[in-house]
Structures are given as C-alpha cells and as structure tokens.
C-alpha cells in the first residue's frame, strides 16, 4: 500500500512539473486535485483495512466463557450443598466413635458401665438396633428413625410396632451424635429378652439385681400422669437409673452423677 502511494505522488509530480514548463496551469491545477483525490482514496481505504485488521484481532483474542465462568454468582445447588454437609457429619461421627468406643469399652470393662444383653448406655444406637434385630428377629417389627431434640435431647430412636407390645412403643433414645442415653423396655421385650413371661415383677427384680450384682435397690411408688406408679429402682453413683416395674418393663436411663448436681 506505502509503494502504491509513493508511485502516484511520483506519477503526478512528473505530470504537473511537465506541464509546468508547457505553460498550461489550468492542467496543473487538475492534476494536484486528481492526485490528492486518488491519494485520499489510498489513504482511506488503508485506514480502514488497519480498521479491520484490529477489530479481527481483537475478537480473535477473545475466549467465550466457560460453563464454570459464566455461573459464577450463582447460588449452588441446594442438593450438592446438603450432600456435602452430610458427608461432613458423617465423617466427624466416624471420626467420634473411634474414640468413643475405646472410653465406652473401658467403661465396661471396670464396671461403671452396666452392660444387659448386648445393650448399654453411650453406644451407637446402630448397633443397637442390631442387636434387637438379631435377638428379637427380623420381623419384630423395630424401626430406627432420627427424631426432634426430645426426650431427654434425643436425635434417634428405635420403636416397635404393637407386634411387640399393646401399643407403639419408644424403646431407645439416643442423641445427635447417636449415642444411647436412654432403654426402655417393655415387658413384651423383656420377656423375648429374659425368657421371663410369668415371673412376678418382685421377683424378676430380685434376680436381675442379683445376676448384674446391682446392690442398693430399693422398691418405690409415685404418682405419675395421675397414675401410681409402683416398682424397684437402683440410682448408680456412675450416672444411670434403673427402673423395674410391676408389670415386669424395664428402664435404664442416664443421669446425673452426685458430683455433677448443683443446688445454687
């Protein structure tokens, strides 16, 4: 394009110098205009090539966005959110248990932690919906479901249908971490558990205390719901109760130790 140029202005130079010397102006004005007409023209017509040349470049250096790019700001799915937030809490629970467990078994192990048929305070209700499973039978009729913050701060339980009992019946709690603090058993169960239809509730009290060398239990009777309440019951300094009544149903239950209890 500069070649191009500089040839037309030489082009028309030579013309206007020769017609110069013949004497003709009106020519030479003519040919000035007719040069820097076509002049103008190159130089037009080169700006706006440069024009384009710059535009093409641009757009060429442009990437369109990405799928990731281009949701950026937007609010994460709610499903992916709650996947991540239970992995979490299972992978702290986990973390949990596997020092939880070596404190429960110790527990065990020195006596401060009553064990009955495979069920205790402070384990996983997991394992223990599993050991009612399997001395109960599979079709018993238990289920295990996560549950509001009551009883006793519950998170979990496990209940039986009347296939075990008169009426739907609560026989684990346990709290947002799964840990049990609370049995509850009927005497339908514990009759399934202790080979113990028929034995008198004294009885049956007596020689649970005697087989667990539970020492200090006491026979009671108090009002509860307006109905009178009448049974054994044995508080352990080591933070359970239990309760046996009557009718052969049986309660352990966490509680306070003595030197957890304030009076100020």
Do not use: C, H
């Not at 020769?18 to 040069?35: E, L, S």
């Not at 535009?55 to 709610?78: D, F, H, M, R, V």
């Not at 009551?150 to 739907?168: C, H, N, R, T, Y």
């Amino acid at each position: 394009m500069k070649r191009l140029i500089l040839i037309s202005l030489l082009f028309f130079l030579v013309l206007g110098f020769k017609n110069i010397y013949a004497g003709d102006n009106a020519a030479v004005q003519q040919g000035i205009q007719t040069g820097l007409g076509i002049l103008g023209g190159f130089l037009d017509a080169a700006s706006k090539n440069a024009n384009n040349q710059k535009a093409s470049s641009s757009s060429e250096g442009q990437k369109p966005l990405s799928s990731t790019q281009s949701n950026i700001g937007a609010e994460p799915n709610s499903e992916v959110t709650n996947a991540i937030k239970d992995s979490k809490k299972e992978e702290e629970l986990t973390m949990f248990w596997q020092k939880e467990q070596k404190v429960l078994d110790q527990g065990i192990k020195d006596g401060k932690i009553l064990k009955i048929k495979d069920l205790y305070l402070g384990m996983n209700i997991d394992d223990a919906f599993k050991v009612l499973k399997d001395k109960l039978g599979e079709n018993s009729g238990i289920e295990i479901t996560e549950v509001g913050p009551k009883p006793d701060d519950g998170g979990f339980v496990i209940f039986a249908s009347d296939a075990l009992a008169e009426q739907m019946n609560y026989l684990v709690y346990a709290d947002d971490k799964k840990a049990v603090n609370t049995i509850v058993l009927p005497a339908a169960v514990v009759d399934r558990l202790f080979n113990s239809a028929g034995l008198p509730g004294e009885e049956f009290a007596k020689r649970f205390a005697d087989g667990y060398k539970i020492r200090g239990m006491e026979q009671f009777s108090e009002t509860k719901n307006e109905d009178l309440v009448t049974g054994w019951r044995y508080i352990s300094p080591d933070g359970y109760k239990i309760i046996i009544l009557t009718d052969r149903s049986l309660s352990i239950q966490k509680v306070a130790k003595p030197s957890e209890i304030r009076f100020d």
